[in-house]
């Protein structure tokens, strides 16, 4: 079942002896436990009534012991089941001793007054073991993975109205793009905007960049452009600042080497008459990157992208058999004029 379905079958308090949560989206499998929890209890109630097991400290026996006693002053207690490795084909060098015997029984015939949730944190489990055959069976499953760009979106927009809040445009694209279109981030960031907000309820493009801190990836980013635009004092000031905080040349001409090959491969298709939307498909990347690799691919020929790309292959080459040291090559290059 969709985690959302679920959610409304939560709340009504119409719950399921057994979840199995599967998938990897933290924030999406943070909302589920939250609206359990509060659905079940008091804050007098959770030290006894909410219970978690990590699998890779505590046999299963324990928790299968805690689903076979009453919950205490309460109808229901709530057993959160961390890391149950032993669904999955994965190993561990110190592995617990998990009966999966005793699982197996109790499915059969769970406590109505317990509540078992395997948050099963993987992107799949091993449909090979009888195990997770019967849980799939017998337990009600969460679909909590990792959103598609079309699911994302719209899910995050319609957040932002059920606050009471309103985004512009370019607001929401800057959003996404300096969070990588992260779910978990998105919901992080998003929660300090409604603060910073919060008299206006409108979020703007400058309120996102003020406070949403640039990754290494989009640091770069904005160096290329200031290389392409031949704008060598921002260029210069930009790679010093990147130094300062620790960042090493090496690995700055790799991820600019990247973008490099992202705007040839963007020119590449446009002279083949994809649209942005194609080319966003195509390349698997957020789409507010491929809009920008189009403006850029605009006012550069294949032969400028070619030889800044070749340029870029030397010099790393070149660094990397000790011909020429790092930053001042580097530097170097950032001062010629295209």
Known sequence: MSLQNELVQIKKQQFKPIYTVIGTETFLIET???????????????????????????????????????????????IFVENPYF??????????????????????????????????NYEKLDERKKVVKLLKKESQLVDVSKMTDKTLIPYVKQHIENEGYSIDKQAFERLTYLTDMDLTRIMNELEKLF????????????DVESLIPKSLEHNIFDLNQY?????????????????????????????????????????????????????????????YRVKLAVQQCKSLSFKQLGEMFDELIEMDFNIKTGKIEKELAFELFLLKKR
């Open 227 to 287: 290389v392409i635009g031949n704008k060598t004092d921002e260029a210069l000031n930009l790679y010093h600042d990147l130094l300062v905080s620790g960042e090493e040349t090496i690995k700055i001409i790799s991820i600019l080497l990247g973008q490099i090959r992202l705007l040839l491969q963007v020119k590449i298709l446009l002279d083949m008459n994809y649209q942005q939307s194609n080319i966003t498909d195509t390349l698997k990347i957020h789409p």
């Open 87 to 120: 669904l999955t084909g994965e190993k561990k060098k110190n592995e617990l001793n998990h009966d999966l015997s005793l699982l197996l029984t109790y499915l059969e015939n769970p406590l109505s007054t317990s509540i078992i949730v395997f948050v099963a």
């Open 32 to 78: 589920f436990k939250k609206q359990l929890k509060s659905s079940i209890s008091t804050e007098a109630e959770d030290e006894f009534n909410i219970i978690t097991f990590d699998m890779t400290e505590v046999e299963l026996s324990s928790v299968i012991y805690e689903a076979e006693t009453v919950p205490f002053f309460g109808d229901y207690k709530v």
């Open 195 to 206: 603060l910073l907000t919060l008299s206006s309820k409108n979020i703007t493009k400058n």
